[in-house]
């Protein structure tokens, strides 16, 4: 799953619920995943939470390639916050049932293409 579509569309909804963006500013810093800018855009500009963390969603996509893991290790180190083990659960959840549904298609196209062998190779 691309960056975008992770932050934008499949768990913006969650994010924005659950982010502890204060806690989370710092750790987001170490990656150097936030301009200076950027940072006072989050903390001081934006007037509720909601619109810091959607902010934030709109950002991280801009980041590179490794944003969503760096994203999520930031959660992992904020550990004291609730709303970011949840976060973490629903995601990695997620990961699991794609990861399984991947199998079971990459386990149904080998499957298929075994058949296919076997009939082609019967005599005719």
């Known amino acids: 799953m691309d960056a975008d579509t ?3 569309c499949t768990f913006q909804q969650e994010i ?6 204060p806690a989370l500013i710092p750790l987001l810093n170490r990656y150097k995943l936030l301009t200076r800018q950027e940072q ?7 007037f509720t939470s909601d619109a810091r963390i959607m902010k934030l969603t709109e ?4 980041k590179g390639p ?3 893991d760096k994203f999520l290790d930031c ?3 904020e550990k004291k916050h609730p709303g970011h083990t949840h976060l973490l659960q629903l995601i990695e959840q997620q990961a699991g049932i794609t990861t399984a549904l991947q ?3 990459d386990l149904q196209t ?6 296919k062998l076997l009939v082609s190779a019967q005599p005719k």
């Open 59 to 62: 950002i991280l996509p801009k």
């Open 16 to 21: 924005i619920e659950n982010v502890n963006l």
């Open 75 to 77: 959660l992992r180190q």
């Open 6 to 8: 992770f932050f934008r």
């Open 40 to 46: 006072e855009q989050l903390l001081n500009t934006l």
């Open 66 to 68: 490794d944003c969503v």
């Open 110 to 115: 080998a499957t298929r293409g075994v058949l």
């Open 103 to 105: 199998c079971s298609r």
